[in-house]
C-alpha cells in the first residue's frame, strides 16, 4: 500500500488531497495518515497543508524492499531482497542463506559494509547509502569448470544496465571488473559451495560504486555519480541490473551463452591490448587474444606461443 501512495505522490504534480487519495486507494483517512507517518519514519520527507493535501518533498536516500520490488517483474532475481542496514560482509549473509536452501536468485544487499571484501584479498569500500552492495545466490546446473560464465555474464549485465539508466558506456576489464575510462566502477566476486565436484549453490557478490565521490572511494575507483556529474536513484539502478541479470543468466540456462560472450567482447577493455596478467604461477606480458569457450583469456606471449589463463589480475599496458 505505501508503495501505491509513494506513486500517487510521485505522479501528481503538485498537492494531492487525502480525499482523493482515500478515494483511490478505496481506504480512510485515517488509515492514509496512518501510512504517510509510515512513511516519513522510512525517511520519506512529506508536506502536509491543510485544504491542499499532501506533496512528496524527497524521497530517502535509503533502499527500500518495496521501492525496488515494484514493476521489477523478475521470475528469479530479487524475487527475495534482505536490506541491511550493515553487514560484515553480504557474501556471507547469502553464503548463509544458501546453506539455508533459499530460493535461487535471493538477494542480500547492505547499505555498508564493515569488511567487503574484492577478488585476489583485497578490501572493498563500502561507504554508507552510496553505493550498491549485494550478493545473490544461484544453483545454476553448471560443472565446476565453466562457473566463470557466470562472472562473465554479470559483467555484460552491470554494463549494459548502466547502458539502460544512463549516457555513460562502461568497459569490462578481463575477467569482471566494470570500469568508466580508466576507473573502476564495480567489481564482482564469486564464491561457491561445491561436495565431490558437484556445486551446490554459488554466491555472486557486486560492488558498484553509485553515489560516492571519487574522495570517499579508493584510488583508481570511479561512480556512477562522478562520471555523469548527477547523483542516481540507488533503486532504479538496482531494479535494472536485477532485470539484466535476469536476461544474461536465462541464456547461460538456455544454453547461449556464445551471446553472453559477444556482448562481454563488445566491451572489452582488455582483447586486443598489451597485457601483464599475474597470478599465483608468476607474471606473463603479452597480447590478449580472446577468450575460449568457457570464458578463459587466451594470451600470446611474445615467443609466440599461446596460454590459457582462468584467473589472474590484469594490468593493461596499451
Ligand atoms: C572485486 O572487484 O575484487 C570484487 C568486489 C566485490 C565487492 C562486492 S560488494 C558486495 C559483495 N560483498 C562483498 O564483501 N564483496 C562483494
Redesign the pocket.
Known amino acids: 500500500m505505501q508503495e501505491r501512495i509513494i506513486q500517487f505522490l510521485k505522479e501528481s504534480d503538485g498537492y494531492i488531497s487525502g480525499e482523493e487519495i482515500s478515494q483511490r486507494l478505496k481506504m480512510s483517512r485515517a488509515a492514509i495518515w496512518k501510512h504517510m507517518q509510515e512513511l516519513r519514519a522510512d525517511g520519506y520527507e512529506i508536506a502536509a497543508v491543510p485544504h491542499l493535501g499532501y506533496q512528496l518533498v524527497t524521497c530517502p536516500d535509503k533502499l527500500l524492499g518495496f521501492e525496488i520490488q515494484s514493476g521489477l517483474n523478475t521470475k528469479i532475481f530479487g524475487k527475495k531482497i534482505i536490506l541491511l542496514d550493515t553487514a560484515v560482509?553480504?557474501?556471507d549473509e547469502a553464503f548463509k542463506l544458501g546453506m539455508e536452501n533459499c530460493p535461487e536468485g535471493t538477494v542480500v544487499c547492505?547499505e555498508s559494509?564493515s569488511?567487503?571484501?574484492?577478488?585476489?584479498g583485497?578490501v572493498?569500500a563500502?561507504p554508507k547509502n552510496k553505493g550498491l552492495?549485494?550478493?545473490f545466490v544461484l544453483r545454476p546446473p553448471l560443472p565446476l569448470n565453466q562457473l566463470a560464465q557466470l562472472t562473465l555474464m554479470s559483467a555484460v549485465a552491470l554494463a549494459e544496465a548502466v547502458e539502460n539508466i544512463s549516457e555513460l558506456k562502461p568497459l569490462i576489464k578481463w575477467p569482471?571488473?566494470v570500469l568508466l575510462g580508466s576507473g573502476?566502477l564495480?567489481?564482482?566476486?564469486t564464491e561457491l559451495r561445491a561436495e565431490s565436484d558437484q556445486v551446490k549453490f554459488v554466491v555472486v557478490?557486486?560492488?558498484l560504486n553509485v553515489n560516492a565521490t571519487v574522495s570517499q572511494l579508493p584510488g583508481g575507483s570511479s561512480s556512477l555519480k562522478a562520471a555523469a556529474g548527477s547523483s542516481f536513484d540507488r533503486a532504479l539502478v538496482f531494479q535494472a541490473i536485477l532485470r539484466s541479470l535476469e536476461k544474461w543468466y536465462l541464456k547461460i540456462l538456455h544454453h547461449e551463452f556464445s551471446q553472453v560472450m559477444d556482448e562481454w567482447k563488445k566491451r572489452s577493455a582488455t582483447l586486443k591490448k598489451r597485457i601483464r596478467i599475474s597470478d599465483p604461477n608468476g607474471i606473463i606480458e603479452g597480447e590478449a587474444l580472446d577468450l575460449d569457450e568457457d570464458g578463459a583469456l587466451l594470451i600470446r606471449k611474445d615467443n609466440g606461443i599461446i596460454v590459457k589463463k582462468t584467473a589472474g589480475d590484469v594490468f593493461i599496458l596499451r
Not at 115 to 120: I, Q
Not at 186 to 189: E, F, K, S, Y
Open positions: 560482509s553480504t557474501m547492505a559494509q569488511k567487503g571484501r574484492g577478488r585476489l583485497r572493498w563500502s552492495y549485494f550478493s569482471n571488473d573502476k564495480a567489481g564482482i566476486l557478490g557486486i560492488g
